[in-house]
């Protein structure tokens, strides 16, 4: 099997992985506020956080940025935590500043911080040609993304659509608002445990 190959699978792998449910988790909170019908949206705010952790991975692994772990590993739950308290406090993402389109900066300025705990993931792998492997990463990792998000919009709308043949009408929130709460809530009580366990101090 080629390097490429094999980095392909080792990016898909690591993403899919059970114990990499901080990256999984930060995936179902960045995607919690969109709808199948945002697809142009999360197209925009996924490509943001690629293009962030590709950056950190490509000068983490080169060394060309060395970055003290114990901290990237307390702040990968920390990012999750922020986006879930953002998605509970903007309601209205058409009155929010910037009318919304702050997200994908969000999402990039966060997969700074994911780019580098893959660093110290592959750091040990690479041995001379950084190039053809480190493409296969992250191209696995990317194909590893799209498979969560597409499991992710099947369950939200099956979610949303549950709630709303339960809710009371005019008593309750929108089923769609309920499970952005829902999910944000969950994931950032999980990722806020993780973030107190990590923490250097």
């Known amino acids: 099997m080629s390097d490429f190959l094999a980095f392909l699978q080792l990016g898909f ?80 993402r058409k009155h929010a500043p910037w009318d919304g389109r702050y997200r994908p900066v969000l999402a990039g300025v966060f997969g700074l911080v994911h780019g580098a705990g893959f660093a110290n993931y592959l750091r040990s792998l690479f041995v001379d040609d950084l190039a053809v492997p480190l493409f296969g990463f992250n191209l696995g990792i990317e194909i590893g993304q799209i498979v969560v998000l597409l499991v992710a919009g099947a369950v939200f709308l099956l979610l949303d659509r549950g709630l709303e043949a339960v809710r009371l009408s005019g008593r309750a929130l929108p089923a769609f608002r309920l499970r952005v709460i829902a999910v944000s809530s969950v994931v950032s009580v999980i990722a806020a445990v993780w973030a107190v366990e990590r923490s250097p101090w």
């Open 13 to 92: 792998r690591h993403i899919t992985d059970p114990n990499g449910l901080d990256h999984v988790l930060f995936l179902l909170v960045l995607a919690a506020i969109y709808r199948l019908s945002d697809w142009r949206n999360v197209l925009w705010v996924v490509t943001a956080f690629t293009v962030g952790h590709s950056l950190t991975l490509a000068m983490a692994v080169t060394g060309t940025l060395v970055l003290p772990m114990p901290i990237i590993e307390f702040l990968i739950p920390v990012t999750i935590v922020a986006t879930g308290i953002e998605n509970l406090i903007v309601q209205d």
